[in-house]
């Protein structure tokens, strides 16, 4: 059947998504439609009214799910995402690895921030982004360790096996311009210049031109999706850590179906972060589980519980009975403020963000590295995985990124202090999604900053020229790739 043909699957999943959405429209306007004494005498109270509108959102998303799946459209945008993951693993391979390396254009990257695991993969991604971004290949230079004394080659494959950062010394300075244009061989970059003006068009939410509108039909962030692809390229773990941590997997039963989440309680609380309770991380656990009780009954609700607070674990086994906590506790123990700069500690946050992207749902922290690694490593996996997540405060974003803008599709007028106009096709910049029905933003039209319905706006696909190398073959090797997701598939 053609994929423009009307099958009886995918028109029967529309109109019983329409026909939720108009019984749920009956049900609200028969109540908040009747008059002040009317509602008063009414018997239906506050938790019933909850729980019946739990109800139609469960089978709208089971309709939603039906639509997704209709003609086996999941199985050709997962496949085909996993092509073109693959197609920028070859552009990296390709990058990191030409043919004379004395003479090729190179990108010295100098990780000068000591920061967390996560936080420093994410100072990396910047320079791969830059590097890919500049047809440079890129070598990567640390002024501090990961954890102690361990650095990205003792926990990593190299990011090339011919452009050692030993070789190379450049005292040209690259400004953060595109059209830069340098006839030295080496430039270089330090972590903390990611963060400053200039911010180069293809910084996040950018995604490559070449890819954009694809990308833009296949996946719901695409910018995620990218960094993601990037991420994956760096995190192909040594051979020795592979295995540790597949067998630290299996010691404490990791398996599918299971929603993963990420608890931070101690140093992140001091600076940059709000602490929640375990019930908030587990009201959207349960919410979760309700849905896929729908269709699978009796399911056995797993958890993956990856704490820096080794009590979270025994508070979440007390207040959830019903659960099946799986969690890594050498991981959790050596989280902790007195020992996270060891090696075990290292291995642990590997473990972590490992089986968090593994999972089938994340409940976390987007304020988090650690999250957001995990949320993005998801997309090499699970294909369209954008909407397997709730972070409990931020929207995604990726640090250094340049303007979140939303579109606005529908107008909106109110007199409610704090609130904005729109009008279709204005440019919003956005600060937070209140997860309230509102978000907070700027309409760049008017310079008026505050609320209006979430709704009423959608992201859209950011392109920005890059490289598309052409030497590069658009089509699957027959070989097996190296990487994390090839070699599961082995095991």
């Known amino acids: 059947t053609s994929s423009n043909s009307l099958t009886y699957e995918m028109e029967h999943a529309r109109r019983k998504a329409e026909n939720t959405v108009t019984e749920l429209w009956y049900f609200l306007d028969s109540i908040l439609g009747k008059s002040d004494t009317e509602k008063s005498q009414m018997p239906l109270k506050i938790p019933e009214l909850r729980e019946s509108l739990q109800g139609y959102k469960r089978t709208l998303f089971g309709d939603f799910e039906k639509l997704r799946t209709a003609n086996k459209a999941d199985v050709y945008r997962n496949q085909r995402l996993q092509e073109l993951g693959d197609l920028i693993q070859r552009r990296l391979e390709f990058l990191q690895n030409p043919t004379d390396c004395k003479t090729s254009k ?133 051979p020795y850590l592979f295995e540790e941590v597949i067998s630290r997997g299996k010691k404490f039963g990791f398996t599918n179906t299971i929603v993963g989440i990420h608890i931070r309680r101690t140093d992140k609380l001091i600076w940059e972060a709000a602490s929640f309770p375990v019930e908030e991380y587990m009201y959207h656990v349960e919410e979760y589980y309700d849905q896929i009780e729908r269709t699978q009954p009796g399911i056995t609700r797993r958890v993956y519980l990856a704490t820096d607070e080794p009590t979270v674990l025994s508070e979440a086994q007390k207040k959830y009975p019903n659960y099946t906590f799986i969690n890594d506790f050498n991981g959790t123990r050596t989280a902790t403020m007195t020992s996270r700069n060891s090696k075990e500690s290292l291995h642990g946050i590997i473990t972590d963000v490992y089986h968090l992207a593994r999972c089938d749902y994340l409940v976390c922290t987007f304020s988090s590295n650690v ?71 700027t309409n760049k039209r008017t310079s008026q900053t505050g609320l209006f319905p979430s709704y009423k706006a959608e992201d859209t696909v950011v392109a920005a020229d890059m490289p598309t190398y052409p030497q590069v073959p658009l089509t699957l090797r027959k070989e097996t790739s190296k990487d994390l997701v090839a070699l599961e598939k082995k095991s």
Not at 372 to 385: H, K
Not at 432 to 439: A, E, I, L, P
Request: with cysteine; proline share 5%.
């Open 106 to 238: 190179k990108l010295v990257c100098i990780l000068s921030l000591p920061c967390g695991f996560a936080c420093q993969i994410h100072h990396c991604l910047h320079c791969v982004i830059s590097a890919y971004a500049l047809g440079r290949s890129l070598v990567l230079k640390s002024r501090s360790s990961l954890y102690a004394s361990e650095s990205f080659d003792s926990v990593f494959e190299p990011m090339s096996s011919s452009c050692l950062a030993a070789q190379f010394n450049s005292t040209t300075k690259w400004p953060g311009t595109l059209d830069y244009k340098s006839s030295d061989n080496t430039i270089y970059l330090t972590s903390d210049q990611n963060y400053s003006p200039p911010h180069p068009a293809f910084l996040p939410p950018a995604v490559p031109a070449d890819l954009a509108q694809e990308l833009s039909i296949l996946h719901g962030n695409p910018s995620a999706w990218w960094i993601g692809q990037l991420a994956r390229y760096i995190f192909r773990l040594k």
């Open 371 to 441: 999250c957001r690694l995990a949320y993005e490593l998801m997309q090499t996996i699970q294909g369209d995985a954008s909407r397997n997540v709730r972070s409990l405060d931020d929207v995604y974003f990726f640090h250094g990124q340049n303007d979140h803008v939303l579109t606005a599709v529908e107008a909106y007028r109110s007199n409610k202090t704090g609130h904005i106009e729109l009008t279709p096709g204005d440019a919003i910049s956005v600060a937070g999604n209140h997860w309230n029905g509102f978000s907070r933003g």
